[in-house]
């Protein structure tokens, strides 16, 4: 039963234009989400996450977006670089500390030329 | 059917014994990691193997020892458990520009 679900295998974006990774989940617990970014034959590496008291968390061109409601959260690249080309994922915890980090699968971004 | 499964789940052990954690992968993936979350819940990369070859050895201890049989299997052994050993120990595994999967993960905890 997958708690973290990115819908979305793969995703191609010109470059300079705007990505938009998507990601649901399932269980209203969780209260801390949280975005890594993995190369190729690489670990992945945390790019930026969000509180469930936030709905918006800004780091430079990488916004995150939550909607409780809707359980979605969403991660915008504005505006997106060939070096952004990599694999996402999803991921969410509960309130307690020292519990897991439950991970979606992952979307494949492909900025093209 | 999963397609990367760590054992144990869950493990409480005391200071000072030796301990493993297996994983194996059933996706013919050749690329498989371990990984350490840390209190902020960022995933810390212990070491990454191809092919049963140690490609990325980060700075850990050296009581904690990744072996891989096969391209199916990297296990984690730790030896003389310290109390700040206590964590969450993800595996993963990759292929090329796949996505990875990941383990369940594993929470040790050292009393």
């Known amino acids: 039963d997958q708690q973290v679900k990115q819908n979305s295998p793969s995703l191609s974006v010109q470059e300079g234009r705007i990505s938009i990774l998507n990601c649901d989940y399932t269980?209203?617990?969780?209260?801390?989400f949280l975005w890594y970014k993995k190369y190729p034959a690489e670990g992945p590496t945390f790019l930026i996450s969000i509180s469930s008291i936030k709905d918006k968390n800004e780091d430079g061109r990488f916004t995150v977006f939550l909607n409780k409601s809707a359980k979605h959260l969403s991660l915008h690249i504005v505006p997106s670089q060939p070096g952004d080309s990599a694999v996402y994922f999803c991921?969410?915890?509960?309130?307690?500390?020292?519990?897991?980090?439950?991970f979606g699968k992952g979307t494949r971004l492909h900025i093209l030329p | 059917d999963t397609a990367v499964s760590q054992t144990p789940k869950y493990l409480v052990t005391q200071m000072g014994n030796d301990k493993s954690i297996k994983c194996e992968q059933n996706l013919g993936h050749d690329t498989m990691y371990w990984y350490k979350q840390d209190s902020k819940k960022f995933l810390k990369i212990m070491f990454s193997y191809n092919n049963k070859e140690l490609i990325i050895n980060e700075t850990v201890p050296n009581r904690f020892s990744p072996k891989s049989p096969d391209k199916a299997h990297l296990n984690l052994h730790i030896n003389s458990l310290e109390l700040g050993d206590s964590a969450v120990y993800f595996c993963?595994?990759?292929?090329?520009?796949?996505?990875?999967?990941f383990g369940q993960g594993t929470r040790l905890t050292v009393v």
């Open positions: 991921a969410a915890s509960f309130p307690n500390r020292d519990d897991k980090i439950i």
């Open positions: 269980n209203s617990m969780f209260d801390y």
């Open positions: 993963a595994s990759s292929q090329g520009y796949q996505g990875a999967f």
